[in-house]
């Protein structure tokens, strides 16, 4: 694991937009990392049909989304806000 980013437990579940933030720091700047409930509720094969639901498979998961996150950070592959969106291509 790359000692310049830094996972910390910080975790929001956007209903309506139908995305989980967590968030990442790299070199003292804090960045966003998201992924879309769908894509979560497919990797985790699991029906999510709250918050609470959504935050679980988060976390069952949640080492394997910041181990992504983390190379997509080092890749730099930022969108246009500076974010990280996690997106898995068997979806």
Partial sequence: M????LF?????????????????MVAGQRVGCFIA??????????DI???EQAIQAFERLRFDLEEE?????????FDAQGRIWLHHPAI
């Fill in 2 to 5: 790359n000692q310049q980013i």
């Fill in 8 to 24: 910390n437990d910080q975790l929001s579940v956007n209903w309506p937009q139908q995305w989980i933030e967590f968030t990442a």
């Fill in 37 to 46: 409930l769908p894509t979560l509720a497919h990797l985790s094969d699991t």
């Fill in 49 to 51: 049909g709250n918050e």
């Fill in 69 to 77: 996150a983390e190379t997509l950070i080092e890749e730099e592959n």
